[in-house]
């Protein structure tokens, strides 16, 4: 696959609570891979994927964080700069769920003003055969909505394991980072809008798009 | 015993952590001196002395034995002995390296004291491991025989340790090694506990390492010169561990190194305690272990299989609870699972400890300020030794941490192959944190000119990454001579780390960490301080940047605050809140009075906001309660100050508790009582009084007032402060007898709710029928409200006099004086003098205005500004009337409405017997009132109670 502008480097950084799935959400971006012991990240893990959405060729740089709450006082070394960042909780786990909370208003607070945050609940493979009742999901599709709509943030429900959506956060992402190269003018004109969410639920969209993101 | 151990250990660690962050080389004599030479933290030197030694043993004719007898006394290392409870310690004064033992009592069999020969005083010491250490001590003759004196006493105090020592050695591979051998006297039948490594095969190929021969010079070591807990360190010694342990003694090498050796012994039973009293109960630290037991070196046999997996869990919980304010790090299962595969369990609890608490501290503990401050050191390291990388680094604004950070923290092992790591541990073990850095630095010279080619932190890792692949491969792959060919990366990153980089020594990092220690630690507080005030529930009267000046004056307080502790565990007792209090509330008294009647109503608060009711305050139990003292709603305010005493949560506060307001009500307003404040009600009439003189001032001066745009105000302006002073003081006594005959005059009975508006036309209901204690009564909230509100300046307390008392503001190094001074006060009116000037004006306005009416006469505009002045008050006083016209007084209440005889009562020029005479009007309402409770059957306890407090 040939890219016919040259790549726009975008910084961005995952954050969320331990074993959320932080790190396998990139594996499986970076590599379309999936292993079920990762050993955790220590400190941050450092890894580039390249991106095409329409004539727009994004190169991620993304900086995976250690999700351990003692390791919060090393984010801000990896959000400084960021202009995108994923915010990961596990929808089986309704702590994990607070904890995205408090990263998306730390980034808020502390990281660049125009970054673009996507809230991403991971770990849909556990609850796609859910009843209604007594389910493994305890965060709702609504509550994560609720919470991207107050902060102005995308949202997603992915899987690493079985990859549902997770490159569509990434291209979700793609779509909404203000072009800042001139030469690369034909930028799809922002325009997914103040909706901004990107929600292809259907896992062969999903499974196309991951065509496009191969390099 | 184990959780008098565990509380003084954590003291010990945390007191360590504090001089650690305030003064690096803090540390007593003893405890540098244990640090030195790894003893455990308890041994302090008893006795020390100049000394040459001579170490003899049956095997010292083995060939490579540097300092042998035959070599003539010249050669013997001469340096300092130490005594300890515990230990006999040498170290050549010259160079450790050369000749160090630390031999623990419980091994010595024997001491002669040998005649003299030119020495004039000579001990010999024969151990268990069949070592002769003779010293010849020099100095003092007298100096000598104390020294032996006391080696004497304190053997003898050790005899009970002694039994420790068989059951210990049976544990010790060393033994074992040399026990089958039949060289020692020892009989050990059974293999000792030993690492994952002998069931699940360790890492690498034992041929490639040598690990057989490696062993044979272990051994004969071990026959010369002793071994583990009597082992005399010699240049072998460190030349052994340089080229790599074997594996099977690795483990007891490690911990010999590190000291953890001597804690498994003082303490062979905790372990296994601590997983008995803990048992499976659960912690956040065990939930978080459980998340990574899977996650710790994989692809390792043993962590594919239950042995493996127990032992790692049971390592790390057994430390999580043994130190739980380190609890569980993640890194820390890498780091421990490693441990396993060369140490026992119980081995690798102990090094475990010793590694969290001495040798790296603060890298796994809550807020990782060690791991920080390292990488921060590292980075300036490398600034210095290579500064053309470091300017490359920058440039790119490359982040050097996200590559060195693991290293550090995972001492390796999740970075390069196990084989690898375990070698740099092996000296990490002998030289301390050192190691680190020098292999760090190392990493990035060998790398260097790749790296320099790099421009982003993507090419950077990738090249580290792959260098760490093939540090098995050859450093130098074209060389044709066969011995430079054989020379792997790994061995060439060694010598780079050891020889190039041994200048980076403990000095020279410590140096470096003193430097950055403050700003690591003032970043890692901001930090801490932006999540916590982040954490805390919605104040909506208090500002954000108000909330910060609550937390650093919280955190100041809570004296046991540490930026090493978690964030949000710290609490304040009763003392701090009221220090806390104090610095910040006009009517609190300051720390220093101790009368505790002063206390009863900041005890009250502090039950109050005590939402955990563990008799102490959280940061946000005190921002709760704040919040709501400084509630501006009126109505708001009243209920949140009813709610304090309405202790069953129904709406009512009985007898008890309206004598209790009473009471705390007269406390609050002590300062505007004891007229040392003004309320602003006062304000305002000195306000009006200084406008009134100003005006009289301009008008009699002949000016056309009403012509001037610019009002000056005079430097000084004589009013009848005095009078104003005593007026508030007045109204105070009267808010404070009028609320307590109030209430209870319109408490109602328990039975039957009565409205307010039958109140004030039914007479049978007299406050003599409220009093009698034969009808239990109780005070609703409308009725708390309506009986304030009754009072303007009890309702100007809680609409603004008791939130602008509390300066919550108040920044917190400020030293002025909490009461304002009054004469600042006053003078302000003038310095400020807008809102003075204003009212000037407008009686130029009006007597303008009345000037087109009448002629134009001083004193009848004067006269008129005068009124107009009073008529406003008036109409104040007519508008609160207004707010509780509900009630309507009659006859019988107008001898307790004091007004209009408080007026009389003001005598200007001497307030005081106004005063006192109001006090005792007001100390015998309370008392009428505590003695109907006190005759009142159900509850004469608190009533006597009340009763003493009154009559003081």
């Given at each position: 696959?040939s890219?016919?502008?040259?790549a726009t ?11 959320v ?18 050993e955790?990240?220590?400190g ?7 991106c095409t ?16 709450e003692?390791f919060?006082s090393?984010a801000?070394?990896y ?5 995108a960042?994923?915010v990961v909780?596990d ?29 991403v609940g991971?770990?849909?493979?556990l609850?796609?055969?859910?009843n209604?009742e007594?389910?493994?999901r ?12 107050e902060?102005?943030l995308?949202f997603?429900e992915?899987?690493a394991k ?7 956060v ?6 909404k980072?203000p072009?800042?190269?001139?030469g690369n003018g034909?930028?799809?004109?922002d325009?997914t809008?103040g909706e901004?969410r990107i929600?292809?639920?259907s896992?062969?969209?999903?499974a196309?798009r991951a065509?496009?993101c191969?390099? | ?6 509380i003084r250990?954590?003291?010990v660690?945390?007191?360590?952590q ?8 803090g ?6 001196f ?12 008893l ?8 170490v003899?043993?049956d ?8 300092v042998?007898?035959?070599m003539?006394r010249?050669?013997f290392p001469?340096?300092r ?7 006999i ?7 450790k ?8 009592l ?5 001491v002669?004291r040998?005649?003299?020969k030119?020495?004039?005083?000579a001990?010999?010491i ?6 002769q ?6 100095g003092?003759?007298s ?18 340790n ?7 050695i049976?544990?010790?591979y060393?033994e074992y090694?040399l026990?089958k ?11 000792p ?14 041929k ?5 021969s490696k ?12 071994r583990n ?9 460190y ?8 594996n099977?003694?690795r ?5 010999l190194?590190c000291g953890s050796?001597?804690l498994r012994?003082?303490h062979q039973?905790?372990?296994?305690k ?17 998340k990574?037991l899977?996650?710790?070196?994989p692809?390792?046999a043993?962590?594919q299989?239950?042995?493996?997996i127990?032992?790692?869990r ?7 609870w ?14 421990v699972?490693?441990l ?10 102990w ?8 040798i ?7 807020t990782?300020y ?5 990488q921060?050191?590292f ?7 290579m ?13 050097l ?5 693991p290293w550090?923290?995972?001492l390796y092992?999740s ?26 630095l190392?990493?990035?010279?060998v ?9 982003d932190?993507?090419s950077?890792?990738?090249i ?8 098995d ?6 060389s044709?001579?066969?011995?430079y ?7 060439e990153?060694?010598?780079t780390?050891f ?8 000095e020279?990092i ?6 950055h ?7 890692i507080s ?5 999540t ?7 104040a909506?009267n208090?500002?954000p940047?108000?909330?910060s ?5 919280f955190?100041?307080?809570?004296q046991?605050?540490s ?6 565990s710290?609490l304040?007792?009763?003392k701090a ?14 720390e ?10 900041l005890?009250h ?11 102490a305050?959280?940061?946000s139990d ?5 919040n709501k003292?400084?509630?501006?709603d009126?109505?708001?305010s009243?209920?949140?100050f009813?709610e304090?005493y309405?202790?069953k949560?129904?709406?009512?506060i009985?007898r ?5 307001i ?17 309320d602003?009600?006062t ?14 001032a ?5 000016d ?5 745009d ?9 009013i ?9 003081i007045?109204r105070?006594?009267?808010g404070?007898s ?7 005059e319109?408490a109602?009975?328990e039975?039957?709710?009565i409205?307010?508006k ?12 409220a009093?009698?204690p ?15 509100l ?6 100007l307390?809680?609409?603004?006099t008791?939130?602008k008392?509390?300066n919550?503001?108040?920044s917190l ?27 000037v ?12 009416q009448?002629n134009n006469n001083?004193?009848?505009s004067?006269?008129t500004?005068m ?14 009337d207004?707010?509780f ?20 009562l ?6 005081e017997p106004?005063k006192?005479?109001?006090?005792q ?9 505590a003695?109907?409770?006190?005759s009142f ?5 608190i ?10």
């Amino acid at each position: 696959m040939s890219f016919p502008n040259p790549a726009t480097s975008v910084k961005l950084v995952l954050l969320g609570e331990a074993a959320v799935g932080k790190s396998s959400l990139v594996l499986r971006f970076v590599s379309n891979d999936f292993q079920e012991n990762k050993e955790p990240t220590i400190g941050a893990a450092f890894l580039t994927q390249k991106c095409t959405i329409g004539e727009r060729t994004i190169k991620y740089e993304i900086w995976d964080t250690a999700g351990q709450e003692r390791f919060a006082s090393l984010a801000p070394m990896y959000y400084r700069n960021a202009q995108a960042a994923i915010v990961v909780y596990d929808i089986t786990k309704p702590a994990s769920f607070i904890k995205a909370r408090h990263w998306v208003k730390e980034l808020h607070e502390q990281a660049s003003k125009d970054i673009t945050i996507a809230l991403v609940g991971n770990k849909y493979d556990l609850v796609e055969d859910d009843n209604e009742e007594d389910g493994l999901r305890k965060v709702s599709v609504e509550e994560g909505k609720g919470l991207a709509e107050e902060e102005g943030l995308l949202f997603f429900e992915t899987s690493a394991k079985t990859s549902y959506n997770v490159n569509d956060v990434f291209i979700g992402i793609g779509s909404k980072i203000p072009e800042t190269n001139a030469g690369n003018g034909a930028a799809p004109a922002d325009q997914t809008g103040g909706e901004g969410r990107i929600d292809l639920t259907s896992n062969s969209v999903a499974a196309n798009r991951a065509g496009e993101c191969a390099c | 015993m184990a959780f008098f151990e565990a509380i003084r250990d954590r003291a010990v660690s945390t007191l360590n952590q504090v001089l650690d962050k305030k003064n690096p080389s803090g540390l007593t004599k003893d405890q540098l001196f244990c640090r030195q030479y790894s003893l455990p933290d308890y041994e302090t030197v008893l006795n020390e002395s100049a000394a040459e030694v001579e170490v003899v043993s049956d095997f010292t004719t083995d060939a490579y034995k540097g300092v042998s007898s035959s070599m003539g006394r010249e050669q013997f290392p001469q340096g300092r002995i130490f005594l300890t409870q515990h230990f006999i310690v040498f170290r050549d004064a010259y160079d450790k390296k050369n000749c160090s033992f630390t031999i623990h009592l419980s091994t010595v069999k024997k001491v002669e004291r040998l005649p003299a020969k030119d020495y004039g005083f000579a001990l010999s010491i024969h151990t268990h491991s069949k070592l002769q250490v003779t010293l010849y001590l020099v100095g003092l003759r007298s100096e000598s025989e104390r020294f032996a004196q006391t080696l004497k006493i304190t053997l003898k105090k050790n005899l009970p340790n002694v039994k420790k020592l068989s059951p210990f050695i049976h544990t010790c591979y060393s033994e074992y090694l040399l026990a089958k051998n039949n060289i020692s006297s020892e009989k050990i039948e059974s293999v000792p506990p030993s690492g994952l490594g002998q069931v699940f095969k360790f890492p690498g190929n034992p041929k490639e390492s040598r690990d057989k021969s490696k062993m044979k010079l272990w051994f004969d070591l071990f026959r010369v010169d002793g071994r583990n807990l009597s082992l005399v360190k010699t240049p072998m010694f460190y030349r052994l561990v340089r080229v790599g342990l074997p594996n099977r003694l690795r483990g007891e090498i490690w911990e010999l190194c590190c000291g953890s050796m001597f804690l498994r012994l003082d303490h062979q039973e905790e372990y296994k305690k601590i997983l008995e009293d803990y048992g499976k109960r659960k912690s956040l630290a065990t939930e978080e272990i459980e998340k990574d037991l899977n996650r710790s070196l994989p692809e390792y046999a043993a962590y594919q299989s239950p042995e493996g997996i127990e032992r790692l869990r049971r390592v790390l919980t057994a430390y999580s609870w043994k130190n739980p304010e380190v609890g569980y790090c993640q890194a820390m299962n890498i780091v421990v699972a490693a441990l396993l595969i060369y140490m026992s369990e119980e081995q690798a609890f102990w090094t475990l400890n010793v590694l969290c608490d001495r040798i790296v501290p603060g890298y796994y503990s809550k807020t990782m300020y060690g791991t920080l401050l390292d990488q921060r050191v590292f980075e300036s390291l490398v600034q210095n030794t290579m500064p053309k990388l470091w300017d490359h680094i920058t440039k790119n604004d490359i982040q050097l941490s996200v590559v060195s950070l693991p290293w550090f923290l995972s001492l390796y092992l999740s970075s390069m192959p196990l084989v690898f790591a375990s070698r740099i541990i092996d000296v990490f073990f002998l030289q301390g944190p050192q190691t680190l850095f020098q292999v760090a630095l190392a990493i990035l010279k060998v790398n260097g000119e790749d790296l320099l080619k790099t421009e982003d932190d993507g090419s950077f890792i990738s090249i580290i990454k792959d260098y760490f692949q093939v540090l098995d491969q050859s450093a130098h792959p074209n060389s044709p001579n066969p011995k430079y060919k054989s020379i792997t990366k790994f061995q060439e990153l060694l010598v780079t780390a050891f020889k190039e980089f041994s200048i980076v020594n403990e000095e020279m990092i410590d140096v470096h960490r003193n430097r950055h220690r403050d700003t690591i630690f003032q970043n890692i507080s901001t930090f801490v301080k932006r999540t916590e005030l982040r954490n805390l529930p919605k104040a909506k009267n208090i500002s954000p940047e108000t909330l910060s000046i609550l937390y650093d004056r919280f955190y100041s307080i809570v004296q046991s605050y540490s930026v090493t502790m978690a964030s949000g565990s710290s609490l304040m007792d009763f003392k701090a809140f009221k220090s806390f209090m104090s610095d910040i509330c006009e009517w609190v008294k300051p720390e220093t009075s101790t009368d505790p009647a002063d206390d009863v109503f900041l005890h009250h608060l502090f039950s109050n906001w005590d939402s955990e009711g563990q008799a102490a305050l959280s940061l946000s139990d005190l921002v709760v309660g704040l919040n709501k003292l400084i509630e501006p709603d009126l109505m708001t305010s009243m209920s949140n100050f009813f709610e304090l005493y309405d202790f069953k949560h129904k709406g009512k506060i009985d007898r008890e508790g309206i004598l209790q307001i009473s009471e705390d009500l007269l406390y609050v307003t002590g300062p505007w009582k004891d007229g040392l404040l003004y309320d602003d009600i006062t304000v305002n009439a000195m306000e009006n009084a200084v406008a009134d003189e100003v005006y009289k001032a301009n008008t009699s001066n002949g000016d056309d007032g009403a012509k001037k745009d610019e009002i000056a105000l005079p430097s000084e302006v004589q009013i009848d402060k005095q009078k104003l002073e005593s007026q508030q003081i007045e109204r105070y006594l009267k808010g404070a007898s009028t609320f307590i005959q109030r209430a209870f005059e319109y408490a109602q009975p328990e039975e039957e709710e009565i409205l307010i508006k039958d109140l004030a036309i039914d007479n049978s209901i007299s406050h003599n029928a409220a009093l009698n204690p034969n009808t239990p009564v109780f005070l609703n909230l409308p009725t708390f409200r309506m009986v304030i509100l009754a009072d303007e300046t009890y309702e100007l307390l809680f609409s603004r006099t008791l939130r602008k008392s509390i300066n919550l503001e108040k920044s917190l190094d400020s030293k002025v004086n909490t009461i304002r001074n009054l004469r600042d006060m006053f003078d302000g009116l003038l310095a400020d003098g807008r809102k003075v000037a204003n009212k000037v004006r407008r009686r130029m306005d009006s007597a303008a205005s009345s000037a087109l009416q009448v002629n134009n006469n001083n004193s009848n505009s004067d006269a008129t500004s005068m009124k107009s002045g009073r008529s406003k008050t008036q109409e104040e006083e007519e508008e609160q009337d207004d707010d509780f016209g509900v009630i309507s007084i009659d006859e019988k209440d107008k001898d307790l409405l004091l007004g209009a005889e408080a007026q009389v009562l003001i005598d200007p020029v001497s307030n005081e017997p106004a005063k006192n005479k109001e006090l005792q009007r007001f100390h015998k309402a309370e008392q009428e009132a505590a003695a109907a409770s006190a005759s009142f059957k159900s509850g004469t306890k608190i009533d006597d109670a009340n009763l003493i407090e009154f009559e003081t």
